[in-house]
């Protein structure tokens, strides 16, 4: 035997999640873009390879959205742990940063995007990737936060 109160709450939580869901996909899809439309104009790429290197790709079914730079171009070195990675999810940003120090290098050849954003021992450094993130990271977060409680604030009158 249902209670049918308790049945109807648990719809209206169903609601609430899916819609929350949807809210929060479409705005960490949108803040995903602009970060990267604003890492690109930072850039530092005189034959614009690096700046069209700086790709978003969305999984977990549009609630994670990762910005990587520098794949792509020819001679690259993916250390692991990759730096150059800003996952944004639902809970708000992870950063993973640069550390200086690398488990292992898959490749001998060179790595544009570090070499950029860190410098080298004859090219001074000119970031690009990190600067721009933090300078938006707590916008993102607000702005995902909002999108997540909107329908809740919706559905449930607060």
Known sequence: ????????????????????????????????ELLVVAIQERAPD??????????LKLSDDG????VTAGE??????VPVGHPRTVTLDAG???QREHTGVFARVVSTEYDYALAAEFGTRKEP????FF???RARKRGIRSAIA?????????????
């Open 1 to 32: 035997m249902s209670n049918a109160s308790v049945d109807a709450y648990r719809a209206k939580l169903r609601e609430t999640a899916a819609a929350a869901r949807a809210s929060g996909r479409t705005e960490i899809s949108r803040q995903s």
């Open 46 to 55: 005189h034959s614009g390879a690096l700046k069209r290197s700086i790709r």
């Open 63 to 66: 609630m994670t959205a990762t």
């Open 72 to 77: 792509g171009i020819a001679g690259m070195t």
């Open 92 to 94: 708000g940003l992870s």
């Open 125 to 128: 450094a000119h970031p690009f």
């Open 131 to 133: 600067p721009t993130y």
């Open 146 to 158: 909002g999108a997540l409680t909107a329908p809740i604030r919706a559905l449930w009158g607060g």
